[in-house]
């Protein structure tokens, strides 16, 4: 039997289980006999593809009443607790930078994509905002916060510089435009320069993740050692209104030093500590790609490491990793491969190596093509040319098992942004290119000791 055969059971099985509704799993069945044009694709007309529906989930996709990216999509139309209406921060800042991409690759005109922007933009100006930071869900319907958890229900430093992080690109995009846009340019300056980066180190050195009106700092998460939130610490680095002391940097997320790490795995130097992962000696794959959707890593070192070598390792260790599969899973191998944060047969799931559940999510390796161009093509290929079952209106579902004999139809934003994002940095360098224009950047990174 061939695999795409294979795959193709199990996507109908599940869908039809997960949909409950032969008219559904029907619908699942002609979604792809539309695919069947795939392995005709060129090499880059296949990343047209694949950047055309990912970037599709932050335009089509998008929640009405804001333009923002909704928290999930559900191909089902099964929602939790009204969830259709949840937007996501840290998911719509990697999805103006997929507007962007848009644009430059003719999916839609520039005024259209002004036009969403700045729709984006008035509402952030309105919502909810705990000392200038915006909290990890809103409503997308009212700009109130969504609690993410009981004692999340105010700010979140980290969605807000992954959102700040995409603003800011928008910024550089049309700073040299006409009068609209140059009102748009002050509209981001203005929310970038009421975010209170030093209000949240509590006057420690280190910065906090989370603050509530209701539960203050009970949640008491102090953000430092490797992981997916260096931008944050270069952002409050380059506020020129909130900027925090170079030692916050130096002390709290490097630790003093104990960041750096002798270590290698699997025959690769992992360069930092990712020591929040006792049982595991590397992180999600996601940690390689948040930050970097706008931060260069190109070229850029501090006294701690560099960057290229830490997030170019991560990616070959999971592939590598992959190859050797030593949980004997089905199907790992050369051509799939990539563990990361994402849907999982019970929920969610933080998949690593040391927390291996046998799945797959396809954001790892796309998002991971400047890093791991062959090795990210040949996964590309697989879900496109081999496996389309997994392939859906706006790219790739989030996550799979053969082992398990699971799929589900739905994304998350946090996993197909950074897709197009990352395999535009691939193929022109755009959004590094324009977010490091920054002049604050420059600042912030001269600030903090680093080379770029």
């Known amino acids: 039997m061939k695999f795409n055969n294979l795959i193709l059971t199990i996507a109908l099985l599940t869908t039809a289980m997960a949909c409950n509704s032969t008219e559904q799993a029907a619908e699942s069945t002609a979604q792809r006999e539309q695919t069947v044009g795939y392995s005709s694709l060129s090499d880059e007309a296949l990343l047209d593809t694949i950047q055309y529906q990912t970037f599709n989930y932050f335009w089509e996709g998008a929640e009405p009443n804001s333009g923002m990216a909704r928290e999930r999509f559900h191909t089902d139309n099964i929602y939790p607790q009204n969830d259709k209406h949840i937007v996501t921060l840290g998911g719509t800042g990697f999805g103006v930078m997929a507007i962007l991409v848009g644009i430059e690759r003719g999916f839609i005109t520039r005024e259209e994509g002004f036009g969403r922007l700045n729709k984006i933009v008035d509402f952030l ?138 270590e290698e795995y699997l025959g690769y130097d992992l360069v930092l500590d990712y020591y929040e992962h006792d049982d595991a000696p590397i992180g999600p794959l996601f940690w390689a790609h948040y930050s970097y959707l706008g931060l260069d890593p190109r070229n850029l070192k501090d006294r701690y490491g560099e960057y290229w070598k830490l997030v170019q390792n991560h990616a070959l260790i999971h592939h590598k990793y992959s190859v050797e599969n030593p949980e004997g899973y089905k199907a790992y191998g050369e051509n799939v491969w990539g563990l990361t944060s994402s849907y999982s047969m019970n929920g969610y799931a933080g998949h690593r190596p040391g927390n291996d559940l046998g799945v797959i999510s396809p954001t790892a390796a796309l998002s991971s093509f400047p890093y791991t161009p062959k090795e990210s093509m040949a996964m590309a290929k697989f879900l496109y040319q081999e496996a389309d079952s997994l392939v859906g209106q706006y790219g790739p579902y989030d996550a799979f098992s053969v082992e398990h004999k699971w799929y589900l139809p739905r994304y998350l934003a946090i996993d197909q942004g950074p897709i197009p994002v990352m395999i535009e940095n691939h193929r022109s360098g755009l959004l590094w290119e324009l977010f490091m224009s920054s002049p604050e950047i420059k600042n912030g990174l001269d600030k903090l000791g680093f080379e770029y």
């Open 125 to 262: 100006a309105s919502a909810d905002r705990f000392h200038g930071v915006w909290p990890h869900w809103l409503n997308g319907e009212t700009g109130r916060v969504k609690a993410f958890s009981q004692k999340d229900d105010g700010g979140d430093l980290v969605e807000t510089a992954f959102m700040i992080q995409g603003l800011l690109t928008v910024r550089q995009y049309f700073q040299e435009g006409n009068e609209e846009e140059q009102a748009l340019v002050d509209k981001i300056n203005k929310l970038w320069e009421e975010v209170e980066w030093d209000w949240y180190t509590q006057g420690k050195n280190v910065l906090y993740w989370h603050w509530s009106p209701n539960y203050g700092w009970e949640m008491n998460f102090p953000v430092g050692g490797y992981n997916e939130a260096l931008i944050m610490y270069v952002l409050a680095a380059a506020s020129p209104t909130h900027s925090i002391a170079p030692e916050v940097y130096h002390e709290g997320w490097a630790r003093n030093g104990a960041i750096e790490s002798q």
